[in-house]
């Protein structure tokens, strides 16, 4: 999570904080009509280069215009695929993404998405 007014940001795992800190872009205002890149280190806008890539597992990413509390974020890391952002949800990512990824769902989850 990222709140611009005093820059603080919280990066969550299952649900826990395992990182945060203060300062980050304070009283940055996100602009619209961009494009959101995962996975992939951006240099200048539209360039990226070979072995600057995420290897790994990403699920239920989703983007709010809000802060969540840290009681939504832990209910939220608990069920599968569930809680969309009001920004970005999870379901439209997943429609959308190229390169060279595989979908993957959880199998406690295979039967919410059959």
Known sequence: SWENNVGLWKFYKDGRVKEQGGGLKTGHV????????????????????????????MTNLNVWDHVLSAEEIEISSKSCLSGEGNVVRWTDLIRGRRGNTKLVIPSPCKSLNA
């Open 30 to 57: 996100i602009r619209s009509g961009g494009s959101l890149v995962l996975g992939i280190e951006q240099d200048p806008p539209g360039v990226f280069e070979p072995g600057q890539f995420f290897r790994g597992m």
